[in-house]
């Protein structure tokens, strides 16, 4: 059996402790982008079995059409990037683990490690002092400045831990369901949407992309922030409509922002108009690349490799494709 990890940018999962559970099989790791689904799919023809990162691949009929001899997809999470329909006429099992009780701790980490940056210019001080200055402008303390959260799920609530910690005051806005579900844990809700965007110093989006959430903040929506004020961005960029956060940002409101999602990934050009902006801190993408997160999401994703090649498939999406050999034959 031919197993092909793909997109693996840093070569990060050969060092994780959970790569050894592949021990014995036939394993190769692409670090290459590859955009042409058609130059993708000659790379991979003799592979059995992939494994995705996340939502780095799209795996779209066109795809499938060029590998014959692919019988398995082995991912964690959602898949928004997979065509299943596609997948089961090609009599390709898609597995996808899902955790769904513990925060994600990297990700809530690397949006406060944003708005400590941000807040305190920690890049643009680290430049002026490695180019031969002193201080850069003044920071801004976070006690007592007000926090808005766009969002009521795991990550958005272990942000607000941290945020209450450095006495700050948490306010929150997104659906409907979300808004009362936080208001019956006791939550501050704000006022209405236009007050939320207004009111608060920092706003920190933490919302799934789905088909109902895509473009859900709006250039009104940014044009009611504050000068000052600081956006906060480790979801997705759809959740913004193309260019809307890079004109708000040439309006002047927000006053900044901290991003580490694009509309496009990866950006391997240099000069990118919304990572270069003068007013934005921005990371490729890395709220989920640490060592414990990759290998409590990777040791599920090789677990489900092993399962099938061992003919019981575990966190099947589309297990009317699985047919199991029958001990009779």
Same mark, same amino acid.
């Given at each position: ?195 939320? !965007?207004? &009111?608060?110093? +920092? ?5 799934? #992309?789905?088909?109902?959430? =895509?473009? /859900?903040? @709006? ?42 999602? !694009?509309? &496009?990934?990866? +950006? ?5 108009? #919304?990572?270069?902006?003068? =007013?934005? /801190?921005? @990371? ?46």
């Amino acid at each position: 059996m031919k197993l092909a990890i793909i997109d693996d940018w840093s070569d990060a999962l050969r060092t994780l402790p959970c790569f050894a559970k592949l021990d014995g099989l036939d394993v190769a790791v692409f670090n290459d982008h590859v955009d042409d689904p058609a130059a993708r799919a000659d790379q991979l023809a003799a592979f059995d079995a992939v494994i995705l990162i996340r939502e780095r691949s799209r795996i779209t009929r066109r795809f499938l059409e060029g590998l014959p001899n692919l019988k398995l997809i082995s991912q964690f999470g959602k898949y928004p990037h997979i065509d299943i329909d596609a997948c089961s006429d090609h009599g390709v099992l898609v597995c996808s683990g899902k955790r769904s009780h513990a925060p994600s701790h990297a990700a809530a980490e690397h949006s406060w490690a944003l708005i400590m940056s941000a807040m305190k210019n920690i890049p643009g001080q680290m430049q002026n002092l490695q180019n031969g200055k002193w201080q850069q402008g003044v920071g801004k303390g976070l006690f007592g400045r007000r926090l808005g959260l766009y969002g009521y799920g795991r990550i958005a609530k272990r942000v607000a831990e941290y945020a209450e910690t450095f006495g700050m005051q948490v306010e929150w806005w997104g659906s409907a369901d979300g808004r009362a579900r936080a208001q019956a844990d006791g939550r501050r809700i704000a006022k209405d949407r236009a007050g939320f !965007f207004a &009111e608060n110093d +920092i706003v920190s989006l933490h919302v799934r #992309l789905t088909p109902e959430t =895509r473009g /859900i903040i @709006t250039a009104a929506d940014l044009a009611q922030m504050k000068q000052d004020a600081l956006l906060v961005n480790t979801s997705r960029s759809a959740l913004l409509g193309p260019d809307v956060l890079l004109q708000a940002l040439d309006a002047g409101r927000p006053g900044a922002a901290a991003i580490d999602v !694009f509309d &496009e990934e990866p +950006i391997f050009w240099r000069d990118d108009k #919304l990572a270069c902006h003068r =007013r934005v /801190i921005a @990371t490729p993408h890395i709220g989920f690349v640490t060592e414990e997160e990759l290998e409590m999401q990777f040791s599920e994703v090789f677990d489900q490799v092993v399962a099938w090649y061992k003919g019981a498939p575990i966190n099947m999406v589309n297990p009317a494709v699985w047919q199991p050999v029958s001990d009779d034959a």
